[in-house]
Structure formats: C-alpha cells, structure tokens
C-alpha cells in the first residue's frame, strides 16, 4: 500500500521554531513507522513562500523576495534535518515546477466553469493572508489569531465558486466520517460549511508576489491556494523524469489547528474543481503553549528547538513534544518539563534499562544473548507484551502518537519492574538459578529489542543505536516477533546520558 504523509509548508519570513518542528516531526513519524510496516511511503515537507507579508519582510531589510526566501528557505531545510525527519522530498513554492504545475490545475478549474471576475471588499489579516469572515472578525476589527488590525481591502479579482460545492462538501464529510481527525476538529469544519459557504478570492493585484493567474497575468494566484497546491505539484518533479501522482496521490495531511478552514473546506472544494482526488485524511493537531499563549517567534516566548538538540539531542525533542502534550490537543511545554521528563523517563526509565540490560548480558553471560522462551509473567495483563505490536499499528493508524507511545511506554517500565523482581544480580549468585537467569536476561533482551523497534519511529537515532548494540540490523516490525537467542552484544554509552547536576535547558 502506499502512505504519502505531508506537512504544512512554513512561511519563510519567520525564524523556524518549535511549533514547526512539531508538524514535521509528527509527520516523521508516521512516515517511519509505515516504512517500518513495509509500506510504500512519500514524505514531504517544505516552504511557502509567496505573498504579501514576504514583500514587507523584503522591503524592510532592503532585500527582493527572491533574495528573502532564497536566504531563509536554507534555515527550515536546515531545522527538518536537525530533527532527524526523514522526508523525501522538500518542496519550495518559488520552484519553477511548482507553478508551472500550479498554472495547469488552475486553468483546468477556470475551464471547470468554477472562477468568475468581480469585486472583492472586506476585511484582511496579512499574517493570516485570509480574508475574514464576520464570525473570524475580534473585537476593533482585530485578527482573533495575530490580534493585529484587520485592513479594509477593496480589489477587482477573481474567484473561485466555493459556493457551489457546499453540497458536495457536506456529501464528503458525511460519506468519509474519518476524512476530518479529531472527530471534534471535523465538527469544527462541519459547522464552518453549514454557516452557508461564500465564494473566495482566487487571485490578487499584480503587485503581490506569486504565480500569475495563466488567462490573466495581470493578477497573481491567492498565496493559500498556491500553498495548497504544493501537495500536488510536488509529486509531480520530486523525482528526475518521473510522476509519482498515481502512485501516491492521496495524501494524509497533518496540520495544526490554525489552518483547518483551508485545509478541510477550501482545499477538498479547489481539488473537487479541478478534477482531482480529494485528501484521504486531514489530520489537525493543537498548539504548543509556553505558559498560556500559542508559541510563536513573534509573541518572544519560544521553546528553542535547536538549542535543546544541542544539548541533548534531537530524539530527546521528538520524545518530549508527544509525550507531554497529548497529540490532537493544546498543551504547555516548558524548559523544566522538558528537564524533568528526559532524566525520569529518557536516562532513567528507558536509557537506564537499555545499559542495565547490556551489562547484564555481558556480565553474566559474556556478552551473548542466552536463549530462552517468552516469559508467560510478560505477556499478559493491560501491559503485557502479547498484542503490543498490533496496538501501536492500530493507534498510529488512527494519528494516535501519543497513545500509542505511552502504550509502549507501559511496557518500559514493565519491563523495569521486571528487573526489580526477578533480580538477576541474585539468580547469578547461585549456579541452581541459571536457567532461571537465562529465561531472565533473555527476555529483557527480547524485550528492549521489541521496544527500541516500535520506538525506532519515535527516537530513530538512539533506538538505532541500540538495536545495532543487540546485533539487530532489522528495523521492519516483521522483525518483531521472538528470535532466538546467540547474538553477541556490544556494550554502548549511555543512551541519554544524566544531566549535569547544575544543568538548566
Ligand atoms: O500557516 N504549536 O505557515 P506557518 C504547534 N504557510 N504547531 C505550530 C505552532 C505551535 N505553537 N506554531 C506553528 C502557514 N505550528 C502556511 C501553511 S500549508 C499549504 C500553508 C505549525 O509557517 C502548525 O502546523 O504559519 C501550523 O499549522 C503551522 O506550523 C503554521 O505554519
């Protein structure tokens, strides 16, 4: 089967921060956990970079656009490596593919008899590039988002008959139940279409930079349904002499809540125009919260993801983010959080487990797994081990990243408490005890093996590193299942080492 997940792509006028680093990372793991399932996957991340707010960007440091995004783009290319996300492609909306693409969709839904001339009046955000609504307009005609002014904006353009597809929006939302994720975000669109939709701008005035509209290059295409397009146009030259639309088209989206209207209204209404397969799912997550308010480098109030990678590396980040915010839902994230989850559960619980579990089979079987049977005391109960491999494939199928990390979790500090009771330190006292102390170190090995593979999503550096420690080169959940034992182990440094005793995030 094939999986084609995508982010959003980031406007480029800002710096990259957490919250960006969030959608991918989020998508990264999905990515990787359907690869290791042996699916067929395309990854894609990247950069938006027309409209308005890059010009202003560009005007106030006496830079063209071009000049702009070509300096800022690097930086997110930069960050999607940092974190270890392993896209396959990385788009760019300045990338002359892209709107030569762009330009053949949108001349297919003017000739769809779907765009019309007229006149646009109403309210703006510029950092939205949205054109408010009355229910989206604050208090003093304030973006509910930015809390900035809105501009009264009055323009000839060209729309697009969002209108018309009010019924067979609603048709979608109520064939495809799933097509929206969370349930409460998809109510969330719902109630959006069942306000009555208006038709929207499809275009905007020359000076703005952008596509041009291909029957009209007086007018450049509105930067949100460029931006959209990129799910599309993508697949079209990310690879040399090749169209990869049949193969993966449709997409998985994940996206934050912000940009749920365009993604859950607009976008499946512009692809229904122009012909094409609407998305297989949408999946909106909430935001990252330092103290109350939404992150972001404009409100100052910034969890630096590079800075943390620094220090402690970027699996410690991806673990933090889906561990302490439940992924659907808004959460804080805070620099001693981060601090207090890596040294209980990253040096402690899970890296403390992986060293003692290499040392024991080093130190009391010369470094060579044992062999031994599943031990019945593992398998069974709400976090036994038998079934954990089909529920972390089921609760990722449903985006469930951090259900399903903590059903993993679970099994972790089962494990531990498996250490803490059978006591292996005693069994090796006692030469009547090793059998015993076989079954033991065998399924601890067994155990950890099994877990660094479903983490290998999660924490693919460290969960690599580990699983070459205990001679596993499989990273396929075929692998999953119980080998036998005989493999000769490598001992490792401590996978998260502790903090220094004065260390601050
Ligand atoms: O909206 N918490 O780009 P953008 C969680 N270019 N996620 C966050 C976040 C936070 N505090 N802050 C940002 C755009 N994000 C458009 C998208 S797509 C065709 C065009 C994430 O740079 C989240 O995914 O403002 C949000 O939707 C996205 O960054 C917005 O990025």
Redesign the pocket.
């Known amino acids: 089967m094939s999986y084609y997940v995508t982010?959003?792509?980031?406007?480029v006028n800002?710096e990259p921060?957490?919250?960006?680093a969030?959608?991918t990372i989020a998508a990264d793991i999905l990515a990787r956990h359907m690869r290791q399932r042996g699916e067929d996957v395309f990854f894609l991340t990247g950069t938006?970079e027309h409209g308005e707010p890059v010009v202003q960007a560009a005007e106030r440091q006496g830079l063209t656009p071009q000049a702009l995004v070509d300096r800022n783009a690097p930086r997110f290319e930069e960050l999607v490596g940092q974190i270890g996300a392993s896209n396959d492609f990385f788009i760019r909306t300045t990338d002359a593919e892209h709107a030569t693409k762009v330009q053949e969709i949108v001349q297919r839904v003017h000739d769809n008899g779907h765009v019309y001339e007229g006149m646009y009046e109403g309210w703006y955000c510029p950092r939205c590039a949205d054109f408010k609504s009355e229910a989206e307009i604050g208090p003093h005609n304030t973006c509910l988002i930015h809390e900035i002014p809105l501009e009264r904006e009055q323009q000839e353009n060209w729309f697009f008959r969002l209108s018309t597809f009010q019924e067979p929006l609603e048709r979608l939302f109520a064939d495809r139940p799933d097509f929206v994720q969370p349930e409460f975000r998809r109510n969330e669109a719902l109630a959006f279409i069942n306000q009555g939709l208006q038709d929207v701008s499809l275009s905007r005035p020359k000076l703005s930079w952008g596509v041009p509209l291909p029957w009209d290059p007086e007018q450049v295409i509105y930067v949100?349904f460029d931006?959209?397009l990129?799910?599309v146009t993508a697949l079209s030259y990310a690879r040399d002499g090749e169209d990869l639309t049949e193969r993966f088209w449709p997409a998985n989206h994940?996206?934050?809540?912000?940009?749920l209207k365009?993604?859950t209204v607009y976008w499946p209404a512009f692809l229904l125009a122009a012909g094409l397969e609407v998305p297989r799912t949408v999946y909106v997550?909430?935001?990252?919260?330092m103290g109350e308010k939404?992150?972001?480098k404009s409100l100052g109030n910034v969890l630096d993801p590079v800075e943390v990678i620094e220090r402690f590396g970027s699996d410690a980040l991806r673990f933090y983010c889906f561990r302490e915010v439940s992924f659907g839902q808004d959460g804080s994230v805070s620099a001693p959080g981060f601090e207090a989850r890596y040294e209980s559960e990253l040096a402690n619980d899970w890296g403390n487990l992986a060293s003692r579990t290499l040392a024991m089979i080093d130190r009391y079987r010369e470094g060579v797994v044992p062999d031994a049977d599943p031990d019945p005391d593992l398998l069974g109960g709400a976090d036994g081990f038998e079934g954990l491999d089909g529920r972390v494939r089921e609760q990722l199928d449903a985006f469930a990243i951090t259900a399903a990390l903590e059903t993993i979790w679970a099994r972790v500090r089962r494990l531990n408490r498996y250490v803490e009771e059978s006591k292996p330190w005693e069994l090796a006292k006692h030469d009547s005890q090793s059998e015993r102390l076989d079954l033991v170190v065998y399924n601890l090995a067994e155990g950890v093996r099994v877990l660094a593979l479903l983490l290998h999503a999660y924490m693919p550096e460290t969960s690599g590193r580990l699983l070459e420690a205990l001679a596993e080169g499989n990273r396929e959940l075929d692998a999953f299942g119980a080998r036998d034992g005989g493999q000769r182990i490598e001992r490792i440094a401590a996978l998260f080492p502790k903090l220094e005793p004065q260390g601050t995030a």
């Open positions: 982010t959003p792509i980031y406007y800002a921060h957490l919250g960006h969030y959608s938006d949100w931006a959209l990129n799910y994940v996206i934050g809540k912000d940009i365009f993604h997550h909430g935001y990252l919260l939404k992150m972001s």
